[in-house]
């Protein structure tokens, strides 16, 4: 059974440093990978999505990287500001599991001070 | 407003209630997803519908729960006999039929339930 596990769970820096967010899922037989930003109280935010074919994706200041043959993914955020505080959510959507539902890891809740 | 909408955004009701909830999905997204969110957790998925065919449940979706989508656009969840466990985040997601390796979804602000 597909597990997605995100560390750390928590995470507080100062403006202006770039940071890493971890993710690692236990079965590397996926289609894709997400990251997703979401703020306390509302809904998810899609930022980027990786193919099982590609090895990085590119956003602005983000850009998420996938190894799938080690079951792991970062999302790196370049020159942090204190409007990137927030959880952001790794997924994954399997293959080899009955079903097209994304499994979610529990999410890293970050905090930028200024 | 092109977004996933959802309705109401919170619902505070008492043990034993019915409640239903309801999700706009964008406009030409044939795919709608319903997940479930407790506080620190990920979301976890309970049903998916393609068009107005109700195509995968999760075992989370006990015979309490029922979901439609009558004409293939607006969604419905509804709890029967609300538990406090059934006390969430409850999250609608739609997308394009674009294919397993790059479909994306787009979630809305979800409903907050709270059972007393």
Redesign the interface.
Known sequence: KQE?TQIPAALSVPEGENLVLNCSFTDSAI??L?W?RQDP??????LL?I???QREQTSGRLNASLDKSSGRSTLYIAASQPGDSATY?C?V?P?NQA?????????TTLSVSS | DTGVSQDPRHKITKRGQNVTFRCDPISEHNRLYWYRQTLGQGPEFLTYFQNEAQLEKSRLLSDRFSAERPKGSFSTLEIQRTEQGDSAMYLCASSSLGGSANEKLFFGSGTQLSVL
């Open positions: 997605v289609y894709n997400q997703f109280g509302k809904g998810l935010t899609s999505l193919q099982s074919s959510l997924a959507r293959r079903g097209t539902a994304l499994i979610f890891g529990k999410g």
